[in-house]
Nanobody, 123 residues
């Protein structure tokens, strides 16, 4: 599967952005999906994950209540709605797909990765 992330940009603290990740290739609903981020000088971290059907989700503690992951299997797309953004959310955001599990909320084990989209939150 090929993944194309988009929707990043520059936003003021308190603002919102919606990231999209469009998939092509094999049946999208066969993949558990995740959104990761990596800030300069920091390790990549899992921000949110969603099951194949969309019925189960995971959020990293710092984004709970502010970010929402969702998917539209008919459109082969996974989304990350980000609200109440903070400067510490600044990072490159990546989407990833896992073929081996119905739901996967781990930092390793994802099989396919998108190219990343920059999110910058100004104070």
């Amino acid at each position: 599967v090929q993944l194309q992330a988009s929707g990043g940009g520059l936003v003021q603290a308190g603002g919102s952005l919606r990231l999209s990740c469009a998939a092509s290739g094999r049946t999208f609903s066969a993949y558990a999906m995740g959104w990761f981020r990596q800030a300069p000088g920091k390790e990549r971290e899992l921000v949110a994950a969603i099951s194949r059907s969309g019925g189960r989700t995971y959020y990293e503690d710092s984004v709970k209540g502010r970010f929402t992951i969702s998917r539209d299997n008919a459109k082969n797309t996974v989304y990350l709605q980000m609200s109440s953004l903070k400067p510490e959310d600044t990072a490159v955001y990546y989407c990833a797909a896992d073929i081996n599990h119905a739901f996967w909320a781990a930092t390793t084990g994802y099989d396919y990765w998108g190219q990343g989209t920059q999110v910058t939150v100004s104070s």
